[in-house]
């Protein structure tokens, strides 16, 4: 390795709080970012056992030389409560997945989960604005989605979930805040949509099928998976299969990582901007 | 630079514990030594405020990643109530620079000042044993270098320090458990030593003249500073202009991170071992 950072007394921590911690990547991913920017810091593990979160956490940010947190499961929603103020993003999805220091020594938290989604098909060079989506999962991811999705101007969003109430909370919580979109649970007939995206758990474990139906495909229809896998996620494989635009787990967090940053070192943000 | 450490989820935590903390060159010193003997591991440097201090620092060792300490200014005493168990130069010093988890979670906590400088004259090839020492300073470093200096089985200490009470009260501390090495206030006749050390601050500011009166001295005469500056202190001075073998306060920070590097790391150990 010839590009590791060096750690010194004004070393600024950022540190990534789970139980468990080692298979998290972000030390890795956004250690070599500061080392790339130019920046003294690094992002370090903190493995905070469960039954001692709410003990650890206030003291961790104490420490004066920390500047930010990621959180991993199982702790997003258990953060919420340690910010001094939250994202349009965090407050909809009711969990947290990155805080700041700010200036004046309060915490922001916000969730990227979504506009990693959105950032990652920018890149890709896909307008999101006015299109007609189809949403898998109304669950954290989802809820994520649905609102960077209304956020970044889409005009209706269908949203598909065995839990019905879940799908109803999370309309309810969504149009607050974003009157112009149109957002209503998925019917029968799934024709008339320009843009799926799958925010369930389908898809993660070999033999999962697609994760409902989706009618019929053109080549313009944009199709985004929040599944990570090595192999293309059937959804991914069926979109690719009719020429259509993706937008993989992968790409997502990519593109998570970049929003991140960008709250991170606000001077590094290349484009775009975090929700709220 | 081109052997920074690859930060990971498995990455084990170590910390520097300050208030202020941007001054401290442990970070840079003990993750270059990680790197070098392919341990996973960084010191990372943390600001600790000192009012926060008696309720983070249970939170960090809760840290179940985090596997030990070092304690700097203003800390090394608030540190004793944390420490399950302590070694004999911790005890006698009152005080901690170094903490340890062990492999049931407990934490040891010990004082490397003084086999830091027991080290560095290791190293340089000087006999302890039968030596006849005049220490200056009875403080902190002071008597962490009397308890490295009688474990190294030095025969007589003599010591100078304008705090008799602070003398009298380390020479008991220290006969409970050196009971064979013959300890005392130094009188007036300081010639029967062969061995000088300076564990007073005095020689940290321009215009410092010698710590005290100190005899004659011969080319068998060690002579130790605890004064770390980029011009040899006056005794340092006097010493080589007489021949004399010297251990500096350089010398002596070297070998205290090579010791306590054996006591985070014990497979590391080159030589020697930690007090108690």
Request: hydrophobic share 45%; proline share 7%; glycine share 12%.
């Amino acid at each position: 390795m010839n590009s590791g950072p060096k750690l010194t007394g004004a070393t600024r921590l950022y540190a990534i709080i789970g139980d468990p911690i080692v298979q998290v990547r972000s030390p890795e991913v956004y250690t070599e970012q500061f080392v790339a920017l130019g920046v003294n810091a690094v992002l370090i593990p903190a493995h905070v056992p469960a039954k001692m979160f709410d003990t650890v956490i206030p003291a961790l940010l104490a420490l004066a030389n920390l500047d930010g947190l990621l959180v991993t499961v199982p702790f997003k929603v258990r953060m919420l409560p340690f910010a001094t103020r939250l994202s349009t993003s965090a407050t909809i999805v009711g969990a947290i997945n990155a805080m700041r220091r700010e200036a004046d020594g309060s915490w922001s938290g916000d969730m990227f989960d979504g506009i990693g989604f959105v950032r990652a098909a920018e890149r890709k060079g896909e307008r999101l604005r006015g299109r007609r989506v189809l949403l898998f999962g109304a669950g954290g991811a989802g809820s994520a989605i649905a609102c960077a999705l209304a956020d970044a101007g889409v005009s209706s969003i269908r949203i598909v979930d065995p839990d019905s109430g879940r799908v109803r909370d999370l309309i309810g919580r969504l149009h607050k805040t974003f009157a112009a979109c149109d957002i209503a649970p998925a019917g029968l007939d799934r024709g008339d949509v320009d843009m799926i995206v799958n925010a369930s758990p389908v898809g993660m474990q070999p033999g999962d099928g697609m994760p409902g139906a989706v009618g019929q495909l053109t080549p313009d229809t944009l199709v985004g998976d929040v599944v990570i896998s090595d192999s293309p996620t059937p959804l991914i494989e069926h979109a690719t299969r009719h020429g259509c635009p993706t937008v993989t787990g992968r790409d997502l967090h990519a593109g998570q990582s970049e929003a991140i940053m960008g709250f991170f070192v606000p001077a590094s943000r290349p484009i775009g901007r975090s929700l709220s």
